[in-house]
Every structure is written in C-alpha cells, then in structure tokens.
C-alpha cells in the first residue's frame, strides 16, 4: 500500500476520531446524540481563524478562545434544547428536533457573520503543514501531531472513565434512574458533559482547520463522518472510535486511489453497515441490557 496513502487515511481518520469522541462524551450521561455536533466543530474552527486574522492572536490564545466559547455553547444548547426534554422523559427521542434546531441556528447565524468563503489558517508555530519524506511517505510535522494528539486525547479521556466521576458517569450511562437512587446528579452530569463535548468539537475544528480549512461546509462533513466512526467503534467507545476513525480513513483514502474521490463517502457508508450488519452494537460496544 502507498505510504502517502497510509498518512492521509490516518489524518483524516483522526479527525473522525475526534467528532465521535465528542458525540461519546454527550451519549455516556445523557443518551442523547447531538447533531448539532458538526456545526460546534465548524464554530470552532470559524472563531479560531478569526481570531488569528482579524485580531492577530497567536494560534494557541485563538484555539483556546475558540474552545472556552463553543464548550459555554454547548452548555447553553444543554440548557435550553435537551435538559428540558429530558426532564419531561429520560427515554423519549424529542431531542432529535431540538438538537436539529439548534444546529440550524448555529449554521444559519455563522452564515450571515463570516459567509461562505473559506479561511486559511496556519498551523501553530512551530510545527508546518510542509511536508518531508518519512519512511517513504511525504508527512508533515502538522499532521504527526495531529495524530499524536488525538491518541493522547482519548487515552486521557478513556483514564477519566476509571475515575471516581468517571465512574459516576458510565453509572448514569447504564441506568439513570438506579444512579439517582445512589445519590448521583444526572443534571450535573448532563451540564458537564454538553460542556466538555463542545470544547472537543471545537478542538477538532481546530485541529481540522490547518488541513481543511476553516468554513461553513466544514460542519457537515464531519459530522456524518463522525457519527459513522462512533457507530462503527460502538457507540460510548472513546477506544472504538479512535480504531474506527482510521479504519474508515484508510478506506476512503483506498476508495479515492482504487475507485474515484467521488466514491469516499459510499466507501464509509459501506464499512458502516457490513461492521453493524455482523456487529449491530459496533466493534467494542456491547449490547444493553437491564434487569427489573
């Protein structure tokens, strides 16, 4: 195999990995798939760059900037467009609409303030999107730490988990009315989780900006990606998505070389459904059961 090939499909593979965590992080406490995912990391990357171009500041204040500001978002859409349904029924699938809706505003909003033309964005210094030959490959310094990063993300979220909070979360996960019973807040939970998962979104339209540019359509790429990566590695698996997301990288990646780039996204969909037609709960999720 190519090795360039081998380094796009794991680039791009850990973007994938980055939007599927965010989606885990919201699921684990709240079962609730936030589509609204997509247009946070896209928030994420508009603001990055505009805090570089317009108001010159160094790449890290920007990313930074960009975090604290779609992770309050994502507090605020936890606030007013999922708590309140949950409050009314922990096990209903209004938030399906509310999620949409939310993330229509958003989109609709960013489209009117900074318009449809995408924002170039330099790395942070000093790493460069350059590339050099490694092991056969052409790769930059950009994109290793990319990928550095997002490995060093999940390890650092999935050795949250094993905490006595983390413990408290998958709690929750696994019954939200038996862990209100022991004492723990879902509510606060929920809070957090909306709160921590923007501030992953917009870490990966950070991350993906460089790359990728920073742009309005960057959102819905990502997004469907994101969520084909989270249910391939099943769903609540920071592990399974990181494994996912270069699995479908890869496959893309061959897609665009074997087949045509314009097959990409049929390629993903079809790695999709043969991994849930053989394991409906994905690669490392495990089927739920509750006993009354």
Same mark, same amino acid.
């Given at each position: 195999?190519?090795?360039?090939?081998?380094? %796009?499909?794991? @680039?791009?593979?850990?973007?994938?990995?980055?939007?599927?965590?965010?989606?885990?992080?919201?699921? &684990?406490?709240? %079962?609730?798939?936030?589509?609204?995912?997509?247009d946070l990391v896209m928030l994420g990357a508009m603001i990055c760059a505009s805090a570089m171009a317009l108001w010159s500041l160094p790449w890290f204040v920007g990313a930074a900037l960009a975090l604290a500001a779609v992770g309050l978002l994502g507090l605020i859409e936890e606030r007013i467009?999922?708590?309140?349904?949950?409050? &009314?029924?922990?096990?209903?699938?209004?938030?399906?609409?509310?999620?949409?809706? !939310?993330?229509?505003?958003?989109? %609709?909003? @960013?489209? &009117?303030?900074?318009?449809p033309d995408p924002i170039a964005v330099r790395p942070p210094p000093p790493l460069t999107t350059e590339t050099f030959e490694l092991f056969g490959a052409n790769v930059s310094s950009y994109q290793i730490a990319l990928v550095a990063a997002t490995i060093a993300l999940a390890a650092g979220v999935?050795? !949250?988990?094993?905490?006595?909070?983390?413990?408290?979360?998958?709690?929750?996960?696994?019954?939200?009315?038996?862990?209100?019973?022991?004492?723990?807040?879902?509510?606060?939970?929920?809070?957090?989780?909306?709160? !921590?998962?923007?501030?992953?979104?917009?870490?990966?339209?950070?991350?993906?900006?460089?790359?990728?540019?920073?742009?309005?359509?960057?959102?819905?790429?990502?997004?469907?990606?994101? !969520?084909?990566?989270?249910?391939?590695?099943?769903?609540?698996? %920071?592990?399974?998505?990181?494994?996912?997301?270069?699995?479908?990288?890869?496959?893309?990646?061959?897609?665009?070389? @074997?087949?045509?780039?314009?097959?990409?996204?049929?390629?993903?969909?079809?790695?999709?459904?043969?991994?849930?037609?053989? &394991?409906?709960?994905?690669?490392?999720?495990?089927?739920?059961?509750?006993?009354?």
């Amino acid at each position: 195999m190519d090795p360039d090939l081998i380094v %796009n499909g794991v @680039v791009a593979g850990s973007l994938y990995a980055l939007v599927a965590m965010g989606f885990n992080i919201l699921y &684990r406490p709240t %079962n609730v798939f936030n589509f609204a995912q997509g247009d946070l990391v896209m928030l994420g990357a508009m603001i990055c760059a505009s805090a570089m171009a317009l108001w010159s500041l160094p790449w890290f204040v920007g990313a930074a900037l960009a975090l604290a500001a779609v992770g309050l978002l994502g507090l605020i859409e936890e606030r007013i467009a999922v708590a309140p349904v949950l409050r &009314r029924s922990a096990s209903g699938h209004a938030w399906v609409i509310t999620t949409l809706s !939310f993330s229509m505003i958003i989109a %609709n909003l @960013v489209g &009117r303030i900074w318009g449809p033309d995408p924002i170039a964005v330099r790395p942070p210094p000093p790493l460069t999107t350059e590339t050099f030959e490694l092991f056969g490959a052409n790769v930059s310094s950009y994109q290793i730490a990319l990928v550095a990063a997002t490995i060093a993300l999940a390890a650092g979220v999935e050795s !949250f988990y094993r905490t006595r909070a983390g413990k408290a979360v998958m709690a929750v996960a696994e019954d939200r009315e038996a862990a209100l019973l022991r004492g723990i807040a879902p509510e606060s939970l929920s809070r957090w989780s909306f709160l !921590f998962g923007g501030a992953i979104a917009a870490l990966a339209g950070v991350l993906a900006a460089p790359l990728l540019y920073a742009s309005i359509g960057l959102g819905p790429s990502l997004l469907l990606k994101g !969520f084909a990566t989270a249910a391939v590695g099943g769903i609540g698996s %920071n592990r399974g998505a990181l494994i996912a997301g270069y699995v479908i990288g890869l496959v893309e990646a061959l897609a665009a070389v @074997v087949l045509s780039p314009g097959y990409q996204m049929a390629a993903t969909f079809a790695v999709m459904l043969i991994v849930l037609l053989i &394991r409906p709960h994905g690669l490392f999720g495990h089927p739920e059961a509750r006993s009354v």
